[in-house]
């Protein structure tokens, strides 16, 4: 089992940066494909990226790409979401997931195809 703690989230002004992180602790970390996803008020919650257990493979929602970028750090068993040129749009509350079932990183596009969640860190983009 992991264990995932989000940080970095806050209040920043459209066209800004942040850059999100979650750690993770227990299991080996490079056991785990690695994905984030948002939930908006009202909305069901989006796959927003993934990236894969070991080969550096990633995917992200179309809206996303160019923007945001999704990297891990072994070394620190942390995953990182870079998010840039961000817009209102972006606002919601960021979860970092794991899954350890061995799929290909394009199997991970959605809440169902991950196991394990962190409690989420806000993201609040302002016009």
């Known amino acids: 089992q992991v264990q995932l703690v989000e940080s970095g989230g806050g209040l920043v002004q459209a066209g800004g940066s942040l850059r999100l992180s979650c750690a993770a602790s227990g299991r080996s970390f490079s056991s785990y494909a690695m994905g984030w996803f948002r939930q908006a008020p009202g909305k069901e919650r989006e796959f927003v990226a993934a990236t894969s257990r070991v080969g550096g493979m990633t995917s992200y929602l179309n809206s996303v790409k160019g923007r945001f970028t999704i990297s891990r750090d072994g070394a620190k068993n942390t995953v990182y979401l870079q998010m840039n040129s961000l817009k209102p749009d972006d606002t919601a509350v960021y979860y970092c997931?794991?899954?350890?079932?061995?799929?290909?990183?394009?199997?991970?596009?959605?809440?169902?195809?991950?196991?394990?969640w962190g409690q989420g860190t806000q993201v609040t983009v302002s016009s």
């Open positions: 997931a794991a899954d350890d079932s061995g799929y290909s990183v394009s199997y991970y596009d959605s809440a169902r195809t991950f196991r394990y």
